[in-house]
Nanobody
Framework: QVQLVESGGGLVQAGGSLRLSCRAS????????MGWYRQAPGKQRELVAS???????TYADSAKGRFTISRDNAKNTVDLQMNSLKPEDTAVYFC??????????????WGQGTQVTVSS
């Protein structure tokens, strides 16, 4: 089992910044993907950014140039620095951990979600 604890959501004005953090604990494999998804009301959950333990990074088009994902493999943490926030970034943000090896390879684990609200 893997547990994810998120922090850092909140309310910010358009153009402002927020930093989300997530720590994974439990049965962590050395080869994995961590990242952030978000879900706005009435919409499907969508990728924001992810980064593998090997360093491969993926960003949604909406995040490119504004958001930066970083991770510390030794601490099993992943952060998302969000700059130039827009009202359309308002959503619940979920941390993802996905092992890419072992018995549970490909099985996603999710955090509880943290609310990000951007006012205009």
């Amino acid at each position: 089992q893997v547990q994810l604890v998120e922090s850092g959501g909140g309310l910010v004005q358009a153009g402002g910044s927020l930093r989300l953090s997530c720590r994974a604990s439990g049965s962590i494999t050395s080869i994995n993907t961590m990242g952030w998804y978000r879900q706005a009301p009435g919409k499907q959950r969508e990728l924001v950014a992810s980064k593998t333990s090997g360093g491969t990074t993926t960003y949604a088009d909406s995040a490119k140039g504004r958001f930066t994902i970083s991770r510390d493999n030794a601490k099993n943490t992943v952060d998302l620095q969000m700059n130039s926030l827009k009202p359309e970034d308002t959503a619940v943000y979920f941390c993802l951990y996905r092992p890419e090896s072992g018995r549970y390879s490909g099985v996603p684990y999710w955090g509880q979600g943290t609310q990000v609200t951007v006012s205009s």
